[in-house]
C-alpha cells in the first residue's frame, strides 16, 4: 500500500506504471463489510492479492505482489523519495489456533530488501 501524501493515487499509477486494485481519496466515505462508514483520511494507492492469489500461503502472496512491482523497481524508488509518501507490504494473518503463523523464506525477505519495502503484519486470533 502507498499512502501518497498530498499527491493524487493516480498519479502514482503513472508514475509507477501498474495499475492497483483500488485506491481511496483523502474525504472520500468508505463503508465496511458491517455498515460502518468512515471518511478517508489520507489518500491511498493499493495493490492486493486478495481474491487473485488463491492460497493461504504468505509467500506466494508476496511473490505474486513482487512480480507485478518488481519489473517497475526503478520508478518504485523514484515514487519513494517523493516526500510524504509512505510505503509498505501489509500482510494480513487470521490465526485459528493460536500457534503457529506466516513464514517468510530468504527469496521474499530479499526481494522486498531489493525494492526497499517495509513488510507489516497484522494478525489476528479467531474466538473460539
Not at 503457529?100 to 473460539?128: H, N, R, T
Amino acid at each position: 500500500m502507498i499512502y501518497t501524501g498530498a499527491i493524487n493515487p493516480n498519479e502514482i499509477t503513472k508514475l509507477l506504471e501498474v495499475e492497483p486494485t483500488y485506491i481511496t481519496l483523502a474525504g472520500d466515505k468508505i463503508t465496511n463489510s458491517l455498515g460502518r462508514t468512515r471518511e478517508v483520511k489520507n489518500s491511498g494507492w493499493f495493490l492486493s492479492s486478495e481474491g487473485i492469489v488463491n492460497s493461504k500461503d504468505l509467500r506466494e502472496h508476496i511473490d505474486w505482489i513482487v512480480s507485478k512491482i518488481s519489473p517497475f523497481a526503478t520508478n518504485l524508488k523514484k515514487i519513494q523519495e517523493i516526500k510524504d509518501i509512505k510505503l509498505t507490504l501489509k500482510c494480513v494473518w487470521f490465526s485459528k489456533f493460536g500457534h503457529s503463523g506466516p513464514v517468510l523464506w530468504p527469496e521474499q525477505m530479499k526481494a522486498l530488501s531489493d525494492l526497499d519495502l517495509e513488510c507489516s503484519f497484522d494478525i489476528y486470533f479467531a474466538e473460539d
